[in-house]
């Protein structure tokens, strides 16, 4: 059965998989896309605590907000950016989780 539940947490992982390919594509970090998705990332773990893992979250909105804001180059850019890579991963895979298991 869908219920609201069901399509927030649907809608959250189809936007997890943007925002993994919007960073992968983009040439920029300085977009608030991203910012706008950590958002309702929150949003959706404040709702339903029990199904994503708040220090992923953090951790991706923390690197997110260290990339959008560019004080780092260089070597340090792309260790941000793995770790922000590795959190939406396990963000996508706890939702597809959620959803089909």
């Known amino acids: 059965m869908i219920d609201g539940f069901w399509?927030?947490?649907?809608i959250l992982m189809a936007m997890t998989l943007g925002v993994v390919?919007?960073?992968y594509s983009a040439r920029a970090l300085d977009s608030n896309w991203?910012?706008?998705y950590y958002t309702f990332a929150v949003l959706h773990w404040q709702l339903y605590?029990?199904?994503l893992n708040q220090y992923f979250v953090f951790v991706a909105v923390l690197a997110a907000m260290t990339l959008r804001f560019e004080f780092l180059s260089?070597?340090?850019v792309s260790i941000v950016q793995a770790i922000e890579y590795?959190?939406?991963v396990y963000i996508a895979y706890?939702?597809?989780d959620i959803i089909f298991i």
């Open 7 to 10: 399509l927030s947490t649907f």
């Open 21 to 23: 390919y919007f960073r």
């Open 34 to 36: 991203p910012l706008v």
């Open 49 to 51: 605590p029990e199904g």
């Open 74 to 76: 260089g070597l340090m």
């Open 86 to 88: 590795l959190c939406l």
């Open 94 to 96: 706890r939702l597809f």
